[in-house]
Nanobody
Framework: VQLVESGGGLVQAGGSLRLSCEFS????????IGWYRQAPGKEREGVGC????????WYSDAVKGRFTVSKDDAKNTVWLQMDNLQREDTATYYC?????????????????WGQGTQVTVDS
């Protein structure tokens, strides 16, 4: 499995960014895929993930209502639309995935990771 992120950058507080994750190489149809982030000095956290077996999407409380995860299988892409960005959203964002079904939240220890993309919110 390969995951390649793009779309990070510098944005003013209150602004928006959209991250993209192009995926390839899945041999099974059921997996959890989504977005994680890690800020300097903080633990990595799941932000929003999709369970392909049932289409359910989970968001962390920190981003619920501001971030949106979507997926297009025809384009082999998962997006993270980030609106009303705040300084505390500054982090390296990763796309990650793990095989399995009925993920009710982001997989705790995904097997597959992208290289990450930096998001910096300037207040």
């Amino acid at each position: 499995v390969q995951l390649v992120e793009s779309g990070g950058g510098l944005v003013q507080a209150g602004g928006s960014l959209r991250l993209s994750c192009e995926f390839s190489g899945f041999i099974y149809k059921e997996y959890g895929i989504g977005w994680y982030r890690q800020a300097p000095g903080k633990e990595r956290e799941g932000v929003g993930c999709i369970s392909t077996s049932d289409g359910k999407i989970w968001y962390s409380d920190a981003v619920k209502g501001r971030f949106t995860v979507s997926k297009d299988d025809a384009k082999n892409t998962v997006w993270l639309q980030m609106d009303n960005l705040q300084r505390e959203d500054t982090a390296t964002y990763y796309c990650a995935a793990e095989y399995g079904s009925r993920w009710w939240r982001c997989p705790v220890e995904p097997d597959f990771w992208g290289q990450g993309t930096q998001v910096t919110v300037d207040s």
